[in-house]
């Protein structure tokens, strides 16, 4: 069973992010970039599938050099190896230009199963396993809470606002996974010490046979044109109670269509 | 906007300020921060509930410190991770900025028994404990200091007599941290031939163990009188690696390492916590830490704090190149753990009396401080240590 994960570097959603005034982009050098929280969900699926039924675990990530940090988090979990695209001509693509790179990745290596996870919390557009079991044409599994393999069958449940669906596909397939499908591991120390010897395989877009003018922000298919900051947070509104407090609370609240 | 709220630039942690994290290596970092968050996941949340009830769960935490690699993780082989003692020092910081307790725990396990047995062991206790206790599966205590005989070990009064091939062990031993739960005891006991070093399993018959009740320091750890009451061992028992007080200070000098570097992150726990109130306590109108009084405050406990960090990296790479002394670690435990308790008491004094209530975490480090500025060499006997260095005299009688 092989199983190659997709992991994104974004900046740290719990601190201060901006964009990048000069071509609108994530500007990822002021910020604090770490592996995507749920990414670390679908690493650890991987490896409670690979502990149970053996083979490989490969990290797939596109992303600048100082990507590999994400990338060290995953091996340091215990993913097997990783595979990084790195070219500045990749800079401001779009998901789907993203996905095109991603995909050429995938063609490159063995894989019995895609995991990743159902958002990035950077751009949260949500559409990468989509857009790959297209153009890989290939079963996708998405949101899912559970995950089992048999052979060749992977069976989800599929988590919806109203309850689960159950899905079943062959392999191979690309799931995506949510972050109440497991409790991720901490790395471990020997985990950590470990990954600095694990084999990180770099690649250009010319080692994948993609062609630089067809990613990138000059030809993407959605860029940001203008942003602005949150307007600062306005003066709360003070009620005072005489003997009405009740009253007015409610009456703010409906006067904000929020009952 | 009122004078003194005048924002020029983003606050940034105490330590942030130093950019120490050049300093260290990307693993050392990585370890650092698994750490870290286990602190804040899994202890930070209860612990003050732990102290105040005067509980630790000892076997649940250890189990988890051993899956990540905690336990002995500055040891070689038997499942040991082999990490830098940089690391070790850094994850010592990240467990006290938890907790002492929790900090005494893992230094008493990896840096006291397990060093113990691996140093000094046969390859038989060596196989036999370390690798149950790298799992934290097995839990170790460390018997040295005795009733009357804490800073002068060399009096100890616990005896170990030889009766046959058999080895008959009869004494007590005094504040053994991690005593009432362990499975197994490094005791050092006087001989015909001077101090040893014996591996008890604590299910010998004549060894008991009773917690020491009502204190009002380390809550969240067990402490413990070991009584051996004839306690009969097999010939193999004795460690064969250690003859003479020189084996059991070493361990202490390993533990005492882990503290150089522990005790700051009670410091750090303290100051981060009054920084972010002295940020939001309106006082007369105006943000606390708007004040000169407060700036002064923390201006200094920062400094303290980064000097002490900056200290601790010192002796950890002196550590790694294999040549740190026993006196240059004596610098830094007097440093950290002096400075460690003046700033959880001056973090107290940022809170008024808030800082008094378990809700913040300065008052029960400062507690905590009490007993780590006392064991493993008080802070007096570390100036006698730096005193003989720079005079060439001893004074310790």
């Known amino acids: 069973m092989n199983i190659v994960v997709l992991v994104k570097q974004v900046p740290d959603s719990g601190s201060e992010r901006k964009l990048d005034s000069s071509d609108n982009t994530v500007a990822r050098a002021s910020a604090d970039n770490v592996i995507n929280e749920m990414d670390e969900y679908a690493i650890e699926e991987a490896l409670t599938v690979k502990e149970s039924q053996g083979g490989e675990v490969t990290v797939l990530t596109v992303g600048p050099g100082s990507a590999t940090d994400a990338i060290r988090k995953a091996l340091s979990m215990g993913a097997d190896k990783a595979v990084h695209v790195t070219d500045d001509a990749v800079h401001g693509s779009c998901a789907v230009q993203t996905s095109a790179v991603i995909a050429a990745a995938l063609q490159q290596l063995e894989y019995d199963l895609v995991l990743c996870g159902a958002e990035s919390t950077d751009g949260q557009v949500s559409v990468m396993p989509a857009l790959l079991s297209e153009r890989l044409g290939i079963p996708h599994l998405s949101g899912a809470r559970k995950l089992t393999v048999e052979g060749t069958t992977v069976r989800v449940e599929r988590q919806t606002d109203g309850g689960y669906w159950m899905l079943e596909s062959s392999l191979p397939a690309i799931v995506s996974t949510w972050d109440t499908i497991n409790e991720p591991r901490y790395p471990s120390f020997k985990g950590i010490m470990a990954a600095k010897k694990k084999p990180v395989e770099t690649k250009s877009l010319a080692d994948l046979g993609v062609d630089p003018a067809s990613v990138g922000l000059a030809t993407a298919t959605s860029r940001v044109l203008d942003f602005a900051g949150r307007p600062p947070k306005g003066e709360g509104v003070k009620v005072a109670d005489e003997g009405d407090g009740a009253e007015k609370l409610v009456g703010y609240l409906a006067a904000q269509k929020l009952v | ?397």
């Not at chain 2, 413990?224 to 004839?230: F, I, N």
């Not at chain 2, 800082?355 to 300065?362: H, L, N």
């Open chain 2, 1 to 397: 906007m009122a004078p003194g709220t005048a924002s020029l630039t983003r606050p940034r942690a105490p330590l942030a300020l130093f950019d120490l994290d050049g300093l260290v290596a990307p693993e050392e970092l990585a370890i650092r921060d698994t750490v870290r968050r286990f602190v804040d996941d899994r202890v930070a949340p209860h612990v003050a509930g732990w102290w105040e009830d005067g509980v630790l769960p000892i076997r649940e935490l250890a189990r988890e410190l051993g899956d990540l690699g905690v336990l002995g993780m500055h040891l070689e082989g038997h499942g040991c991770a082999g990490t830098t003692a940089t690391a070790y020092g850094l994850a010592c910081l990240e467990l006290e900025a938890g907790d002492s307790g929790l900090r005494s725990l893992v230094s008493v396990q990896g840096s006291l028994a397990m060093y113990a047995i691996h140093a000094f062991g046969s390859d038989e206790h060596r196989d036999r404990w370390l690798p149950a206790m790298a799992r934290g599966e097995a839990i170790g205590c460390f018997g040295l200091t005795e009733p009357d005989f804490g800073s002068d070990p060399a009096g100890m009064r616990t005896t170990a007599r030889r009766d046959g091939t058999d080895w008959v062990l009869t004494g007590t031993k005094m504040w053994i941290t991690n005593g009432s739960v362990a499975d197994v005891a490094v005791v050092w006991a006087r001989t015909e031939d001077g101090i040893r070093g014996f591996v008890v399993p604590t299910d010998t018959p004549g060894f008991s163990a009773p917690a020491i009740a009502h204190k009002m320091s380390l809550r969240a750890s067990v402490t413990s009188e070991l009584v051996l009451d004839g306690v009969r061992l097999p010939a193999d028992a004795v460690l064969p690696g250690a003859a003479g007080l020189s084996g059991p200070l070493s361990c202490l000098d390993e533990a005492r390492f882990g503290i150089v570097f522990g005790a700051l992150g009670a410091a750090r726990d303290s100051l981060e916590s009054a920084l972010a109130y002295s940020q939001s306590r309106i006082i007369f109108d105006r943000p606390l830490a708007s004040y000169q009084l407060t700036q002064a405050k923390l201006a200094d406990m920062t400094l303290e704090l980064g000097k002490g960090v900056l200290l601790a990296l010192h002796l950890a790479r002196l550590k790694d190149a294999g040549r740190l002394a026993p006196d240059q670690v004596s610098l830094g435990k007097l440093n950290s753990v002096r400075e460690a308790i003046a700033i959880a008491r001056e973090c107290r004094t940022v809170l008024g009396a808030a800082g008094i209530v378990a809700e913040y975490p300065m008052m029960r480090h400062a507690a905590n401080l009490e007993s780590v500025l006392t064991y493993e060499g008080t802070s007096e006997v570390h100036q006698l240590v730096i005193g003989r260095a720079v005079t060439g005299m001893a004074a310790f009688r």
